[in-house]
């Protein structure tokens, strides 16, 4: 389970640009959750903070009890993170890319042979397995960057924006894969800005607008609570269509 | 998991992306493993032809026929006497004719006369090429004079001592190994060149071309800390960056002791003891360049930017021997202590054949040492900072 309290990011010489102004969600195991906002509202900083990639200046968060800060080196080994950036690397296979980062989070042996093993053969990739991956199209470099993150059997996972670049057969295969790890107990927190893949997925939905949490609930309480048919009303009508190119 | 097993994944890791990246490969072969060798080859052959040239001067003469005595003494010396031609000049100038011995017109009415008769030697001293012709051809005329000078002496019943107050023996003290300063110059240059561009490509490719390609932030997603990850890659550019010096110096030993290079009467000694000494000097550096190298890639947000910024590197690197090499001063004692300078200074006497004590080695170890743990703290520093996932 994710806690988030209040976490806040500011970037900048003066600390000026707030990319997260004190947010504030859970994320419960067994459930996908989704954040959902414009460009610019905070998801990656958020992400990232989870991800302890960056500290947070105020608030705290913890995953399974575990404080972000405090406990970053455990905290590691609990989540996946798949992020904005999933370079792989090209002169490797994709077993070998997926084996470097199982060592990295302590499995060794037969119990990472078989783990990368079971992964690859679960994304179907069982066939690309030893090709180097300067090859890779789109779908297959996503196919092995999750691979990468889930190899250690993460309990909380992290996506930001991970159909981003995707044909839609491949994010087909990303909503069955998130929907076998959600029944599977995990928990799963992934950012988007479309409205139609949130719709479809989550089981509650965080909108984040200029880096706060402008209304959380699931799609029906969202829609119930603004009065709007589609989510798509209900992004509009909660963060104005000044956001929009049209502005 | 310990953090020793760790950070040995991040170096095989490495490792293994370094020894496939074929491009860097070869041109590391290339530039660093194959070009001395061949330099070598090329200076050693321009010396012996430049020997030859000294053995069998040919010297062109304008107004031979005043002076028949001393076309004579020439010939008697082996010289290979020519009519120059009228535009000798132009030719000296345009590199054609190395020396042209133009003898003066009034040269028999001079010698007739009692007074001192006029030859020119004709040449340009900027010309590398043309300076043994040169030189062979003064010491020849020198002598030529000495002799004559000694005889009209004698005539007039005076020691030709009284002439010659001074008598000038040139005694060199170069040993053999000594001699061929060139060349000992470019072994060394080489040595040193070979431990920051062996481990160039490789650090630039594990710090600016991991944030170029989008692999460096879940990298820093996993659990280990950023001076775990920082060594990891230093231990493996370094062990890739001993590699090519050692190849590097292994090539001028098989150069130099097997391959048929022209007897230039340099016996210039690089032995299996002298290629010891080398690594040893060298292996301060081995250890430095590559954490400079990783800390100035990681300020790159790109390779081409990396490369760049590593220009400036480069530059110091080159040029400090070169400079040193033409000082041609004695070194002062503090320089010893001074990076790539001090190593300079104990390659340059390991090719003299001197043996490198523990007193000298450790001074010149000091700094590379301290300034290694240095770059590696401040990489690990800049690769925690939030500015490196700025990619984009």
């Known amino acids: 389970m994710i806690i988030v309290d209040a976490l806040a990011k500011s970037f900048g010489r003066k600390r000026e640009i707030k990319a997260v102004d004190g947010v504030s969600f859970r994320a419960e195991d067994g459930a996908i959750t989704g954040l959902l906002g414009p460009n610019g509202a905070g998801k990656t900083t958020l992400l990232r903070m989870l991800a302890t990639l960056i500290a947070p200046d105020a608030g705290s968060a913890t995953i399974d009890g575990l404080d972000i800060v405090h406990d970053r080196f455990k905290v590691r080994g609990r989540i996946g993170a798949l992020s904005d950036a999933r370079g792989l690397y090209g002169r490797l296979t994709a077993r070998e890319n997926v084996r470097y980062y199982g060592r990295l989070q302590g499995l060794t042996g037969s119990a990472l042979d078989a783990r990368v093993d079971q992964l690859l053969a679960q994304l179907g990739l069982a066939e690309l397995a030893d090709r180097r991956a300067q090859g890779f199209s789109q779908g297959e470099r996503m196919k092995v960057a999750i691979a990468r993150a889930l190899v250690h059997d993460p309990a909380a996972i992290l996506l930001d924006e991970p159909t981003n670049g995707l044909d839609i057969m491949s994010i087909r295969g990303l909503r069955d894969l998130l929907r076998k790890l959600r029944s599977s107990g995990k928990c799963i927190l992934f950012s988007s800005h479309v409205m139609q893949e949130v719709a479809a997925l989550c089981d509650t939905i965080v909108i984040l607008g200029h880096g706060r949490v402008v209304a959380s609930g699931s799609g029906a309480e969202l829609r119930a609570k603004t009065g709007q048919a589609t989510l798509e009303d209900v992004f509009v009508s909660l963060l104005g269509s000044g956001e929009g190119l049209a502005a | 998991?310990?953090?020793?097993?760790?950070?040995?994944?991040?170096?095989?890791?490495?490792?293994?992306?370094?020894?496939?990246?074929?491009?860097?490969?070869?041109?590391?072969?290339?530039?660093?493993?194959?070009?001395?060798?061949?330099?070598?080859?090329?200076?050693?052959?321009?010396?012996?032809?430049?020997?030859?040239?000294?053995?069998?001067?040919?010297?062109?003469?304008?107004?031979?026929?005043?002076?028949?005595?001393?076309?004579?003494?020439?010939?008697?010396?082996?010289?290979?006497?020519?009519?120059?031609?009228?535009?000798?000049?132009?030719?000296?100038?345009?590199?054609?004719?190395?020396?042209?011995?133009?003898?003066?017109?009034?040269?028999?009415?001079?010698?007739?006369?009692?007074?001192?008769?006029?030859?020119?030697?004709?040449?340009?001293?900027?010309?590398?090429?043309?300076?043994?012709?040169?030189?062979?051809?003064?010491?020849?005329?020198?002598?030529?004079?000495?002799?004559?000078?000694?005889?009209?002496?004698?005539?007039?019943?005076?020691?030709?001592?009284?002439?010659?107050?001074?008598?000038?023996?040139?005694?060199?003290?170069?040993?053999?190994?000594?001699?061929?300063?060139?060349?000992?110059?470019?072994?060394?240059?080489?040595?040193?060149?070979?431990?920051?561009?062996?481990?160039?490509?490789?650090?630039?490719?594990?710090?600016?071309?991991?944030?170029?390609?989008?692999?460096?932030?879940?990298?820093?997603?996993?659990?280990?800390?950023?001076?775990?990850?920082?060594?990891?890659?230093?231990?493996?550019?370094?062990?890739?960056?001993?590699?090519?010096?050692?190849?590097?110096?292994?090539?001028?030993?098989?150069?130099?002791?097997?391959?048929?290079?022209?007897?230039?009467?340099?016996?210039?000694?690089?032995?299996?003891?002298?290629?010891?000494?080398?690594?040893?000097?060298?292996?301060?550096?081995?250890?430095?360049?590559?954490?400079?190298?990783?800390?100035?890639?990681?300020?790159?947000?790109?390779?081409?930017?990396?490369?760049?910024?590593?220009?400036?590197?480069?530059?110091?690197?080159?040029?400090?021997?070169?400079?040193?090499?033409?000082?041609?001063?004695?070194?002062?004692?503090?320089?010893?202590?001074?990076?790539?300078?001090?190593?300079?200074?104990?390659?340059?006497?390991?090719?003299?054949?001197?043996a490198i004590p523990a007193l000298d080695w450790l001074p010149s170890a000091a700094a590379p040492v301290a300034l290694t743990a240095l770059s590696l703290l401040a990489a690990s520093r800049l690769i925690s900072r939030e500015t490196v996932l700025g990619t984009r």
């Open chain 2, 1 to 354: 998991m310990k953090p020793a097993d760790r950070i040995l994944t991040v170096v095989t890791k490495e490792l293994v992306d370094t020894f496939r990246d074929r491009r860097t490969m070869m041109v590391t072969l290339l530039t660093a493993i194959a070009a001395g060798p061949l330099f070598l080859a090329l200076i050693l052959n321009v010396a012996a032809s430049q020997a030859d040239k000294a053995r069998e001067l040919k010297l062109p003469v304008a107004g031979e026929e005043h002076a028949p005595a001393l076309i004579a003494f020439l010939q008697r010396a082996q010289v290979a006497i020519s009519r120059a031609p009228a535009d000798y000049e132009a030719k000296i100038r345009a590199g054609e004719l190395d020396v042209v011995l133009a003898i003066d017109p009034a040269y028999e009415a001079d010698v007739g006369s009692g007074k001192s008769a006029t030859v020119r030697l004709v040449f340009d001293r900027s010309r590398d090429r043309a300076r043994s012709a040169i030189d062979s051809a003064e010491s020849l005329l020198r002598a030529y004079n000495r002799v004559w000078g000694s005889q009209r002496l004698a005539l007039r019943g005076v020691a030709p001592d009284v002439g010659r107050p001074l008598n000038v023996e040139d005694i060199d003290l170069a040993t053999p190994q000594q001699s061929g300063s060139l060349i000992l110059f470019l072994v060394a240059y080489y040595g040193l060149f070979a431990s920051l561009m062996g481990g160039m490509a490789a650090a630039l490719d594990s710090t600016a071309g991991e944030r170029e390609r989008a692999s460096l932030e879940p990298l820093l997603a996993m659990p280990l800390s950023p001076v775990q990850l920082i060594v990891g890659k230093w231990a493996a550019v370094a062990t890739f960056d001993a590699l090519v010096v050692a190849l590097t110096l292994a090539g001028f030993y098989l150069t130099l002791n097997f391959a048929p290079l022209p007897a230039v009467g340099v016996p210039f000694l690089f032995g299996a003891a002298e290629l010891g000494r080398f690594l040893l000097v060298l292996l301060p550096l081995i250890a430095l360049l590559p954490a400079v190298l990783l800390y100035v890639g990681l300020r790159g947000r790109s390779l081409k930017e990396a490369q760049a910024n590593v220009s400036a590197l480069l530059f110091v690197v080159s040029m400090l021997p070169v400079i040193q090499h033409f000082l041609q001063e004695k070194e002062p004692p503090w320089l010893l202590w001074a990076p790539i300078s001090g190593q300079f200074l104990l390659l340059s006497r390991a090719l003299r054949g001197e």
